[in-house]
């Protein structure tokens, strides 16, 4: 329809004529309320705003010197986090001397790495920053779906299979000198 022929029949109708999508070929328009446009619109984007993800980045501080119940204890809210979806940022703040042995802080992230590996992706690899050492882990996407779905898991009891124990052989007498090669029968599991 012609612009002008458009714009005359918007306004018998006591409505106005609204550019919808200004880059197709021809333009697109519709005759509408502007203000229930406007409306609309602003509505979508509220919407658009709720549905949004916000991912938080949570910290978990270690030294060099941090001990397995003060690392296991971090390191179950770290898998807390990553299941919940939020990023994970782990540091190793060392003091004086600490620095000397950075190692120490490299084996912990090394270690929290392998233990979060199944929920989590490294993002940045472990690095100095100044007088600390950190690595960001990323949830992996699969997992934290999995997680928010899951369902509880029936424990199935397996069978436990006989062991076999070989008897232990009879002792030869002392007179008979000779070296016999050892069997499978002779060896106890």
Same mark, same amino acid.
């Given at each position: 329809m012609d612009t002008r022929d458009a714009i005359q029949e918007a306004r018998n109708r006591?409505?106005?004529l609204v550019e919808i999508a200004p880059k197709a070929q021809p333009p697109v328009c519709k005759m509408i309320d502007y203000g229930k446009f406007l409306y609309e619109q602003k509505k979508k984007?509220?919407?658009?705003?709720?549905?949004?993800v916000t991912v938080e980045v949570k910290e978990i501080k270690f030294r060099p010197g941090t001990d397995d119940h003060d690392y296991s204890y971090r390191m179950e809210n770290?898998?807390?986090?990553?299941?919940d979806g939020d990023k994970v940022r782990a540091t190793i703040a060392f003091r004086g001397r600490e620095m000397t042995h950075r190692e120490l802080g490299? $084996?912990?992230l090394k270690k929290l790495t392998a233990d979060l590996i199944d929920l989590?992706?490294?993002?940045?690899y472990p690095?100095?920053?100044?007088?600390?050492m950190f690595t960001i882990f990323n949830?992996? $996407?699969?997992k934290v779906a999995d997680a928010k779905k899951a369902a509880p898991v029936e424990v199935v009891e397996k069978e436990?299979?006989?062991? $076999?124990?070989?008897k232990p052989a009879a002792k030869k007498p002392a007179a008979k000198a000779k070296a016999e090669p050892k069997t499978d029968e002779d060896e106890i599991f």
């Open positions: 006591g409505i106005d984007a509220h919407d658009a705003k709720k549905k949004q770290a898998r807390k986090w990553l299941n490299g $084996k912990i989590a992706d490294v993002e940045v690095k100095m920053e100044g007088y600390q949830p992996k $996407k699969a436990e299979k006989p062991v $076999k124990v070989a």
